[in-house]
């Protein structure tokens, strides 16, 4: 799954998240590729009908490459 399908996935299922602490905010998915991550906080199956909450935790869901196709400047990887 790409960054694209990933942000797409979590809107569609309502679990994504802006947290105002940090400088980075995804408030859409421009802004997603832009900054080359978004944040959830629920974290639930989508294959359950029911859409259950199964936990809330804060996760960064990062890129490993920027809009461009590089290698994002802080992706630990030697190729991506």
């Known amino acids: ?37 978004f944040r959830i906080i629920e974290i639930i199956d ?8 199964i936990l809330y935790l804060e996760h960064e869901v990062r890129s490993a490459k920027t809009r461009d196709g590089k290698k994002y400047k802080s992706c630990p990887l030697n190729e991506v």
Do not use: H, I, W
């Open 46 to 53: 989508p294959l359950d009908e029911n859409k259950e909450v």
């Open 1 to 37: 799954v790409g960054p694209f399908e990933a942000y797409q996935s979590a809107t569609k299922l309502g679990v994504t998240y802006v947290n105002p602490r940090f400088k980075r905010r995804a408030y859409s998915e421009e802004e997603a590729l832009d900054q080359c991550m």
